[in-house]
């Protein structure tokens, strides 16, 4: 039987999505996520942050960028990757990121037409009119 690498997480995006587009037309997108917990910490309510990266590919990469916003409430699922790169002196580094598989806008209704009507007054263009009724990706 083979293994499952499968990650849920619901956290707010800590700044907007970067898009990138490789050789080949292929776009990526990243941004970190935080996760956060409450638990009790002799008689206080201690809050506990954890930083996610997040990475989408492709269409999911388009559609993030379009969509979601620093501060934004998102639920992803995806997988846990481990790679590693050179940084500029030459040392190998490792890096563990969730790649996207989909992701759901959390929220209000009213949470998104903020934006749009800041998105629309900067420069002409409405987003959350293009949104499917149902927000997943």
């Known amino acids: ?3 499952i690498n499968k990650v849920i997480l619901v956290g707010h995006l800590g700044k907007d999505p970067e898009i990138r587009n490789l050789e080949g037309g292929v776009s990526v997108t990243s941004f970190p996520l935080a996760t956060s917990e409450t638990f009790n910490k002799d008689g206080r309510k201690v809050e ?7 990475v989408m590919w492709r269409g999911l990469a388009e559609i993030a960028a379009k969509f979601l916003s620093k501060g934004k409430l998102v639920y992803i ?8 790169f050179e ?8 890096t563990t990121e969730i790649v996207a598989e989909n992701f759901t806008m959390l929220g209000r209704k009213s949470d998104f037409d903020a934006d749009t009507q800041k998105t629309s007054s900067r420069n ?6 293009d949104l499917p009724d149902e927000g997943n990706y």
Do not use: A, C, P
């Open 87 to 94: 940084d500029k002196e030459g040392v190998k580094k490792y």
């Open 48 to 54: 506990q942050t954890e930083w996610h990266n997040i």
């Open 124 to 129: 002409g263009e409405s987003f959350v009119d």
């Open 1 to 3: 039987m083979s293994g």
């Open 77 to 84: 699922e995806g997988k846990l990757r481990t790679r590693s």
